[in-house]
């Protein structure tokens, strides 16, 4: 069997970069949910297929490292592939490239599926794909501890809109790059990221977001009603060392 491998191009466009022209978490994190879900289609177990057995993918947490910022409207390689299923969960690596070469953003996603009825987890031996895995991993280890969100301070808050929902209904994955992307001070970029999901936000529900800027690292988590519903980490640094 051939192993399970998608490539496509994408331009950055100046809407998807910051005040320092570097990637914005949302730009990142909305083209790995791209990449997942185009390949997850041509793989046969994509949201449709799995919608129709009473199924439903769900992303826990989610990595990025960001080596180089692309020149706008630069035309880069994006690619992702899935690693080996754990037992009830699947680990999806990406990568993407400059016309050069040279490497922009590496990622990792976690993503479990939902039986819509019993709410329960779904075993990976019950989720069938048709090719091989890649052993190749951007990380080792894929993720970090995340400290609790009521050992930070309060920042701000968002009440989750319209515009920040999916077709799942709740506050997209890819949103919750901005509420990271507005707890970093002005001077500083990201320069990589973690966020775990830990319960989904719906409309109309406010999410208070507690910050802690330590030299180049930032804790970030949000509660709703005092509930946890992410937990963020960042490297940054001063935008003109970068």
């Not at 100046?14 to 909305?30: F, Q, S």
């Not at 794909?129 to 309060?154: I, M, V």
């Not at 509420?179 to 990589?192: G, K, N, Q």
Request: hydrophobic share 40%.
């Amino acid at each position: 069997m051939a192993q399970m491998r998608m490539s496509k191009q994408k331009v950055f466009s100046a809407a998807e970069l910051d005040e320092h022209d570097h990637i914005r978490p949302t730009a990142l994190l909305d083209l790995f949910q791209q990449l997942a879900g185009e390949h997850a289609e041509t793989l046969g177990v994509g949201f449709d297929a799995l919608y129709r057995q009473g199924r439903l993918w769900v992303v826990s947490r989610i990595k990025a490292v960001i080596e180089n910022k692309p020149a706008l409207y630069e035309t880069v390689t994006a690619e992702t592939w899935p690693e080996p299923t754990g037992r009830v969960d699947f680990d999806r690596d990406y990568l993407v490239r400059g016309e050069d070469g040279r490497i922009i953003a590496k990622g990792v996603s976690k993503w479990c599926v939902i039986d819509l009825n019993s709410r329960k987890l779904v075993r990976a031996q019950d989720i069938v794909f048709p090719g091989e895995f890649c052993l190749e991993k951007n990380f080792e280890p894929p993720f970090a501890k995340l400290p609790p969100a009521e050992t930070l301070p309060l920042a701000f808050e968002h009440t989750v809109r319209r515009s920040d929902l999916d077709h799942n209904g709740h506050m997209n994955n890819a949103r919750y790059g901005e509420l990271l992307l507005d707890a970093v001070p002005t001077d500083r970029i990201i320069r990589a990221f973690q966020i775990d999901f830990l319960h989904e936000a719906m409309h109309g529900e406010t999410i208070a977001v507690h910050t802690r800027q330590n030299e180049n690292a930032l804790s970030v988590c949000g509660s709703i009603e005092h509930k946890p519903c992410f937990c963020a980490h960042a490297e940054t640094t001063a935008f003109s060392l970068f």
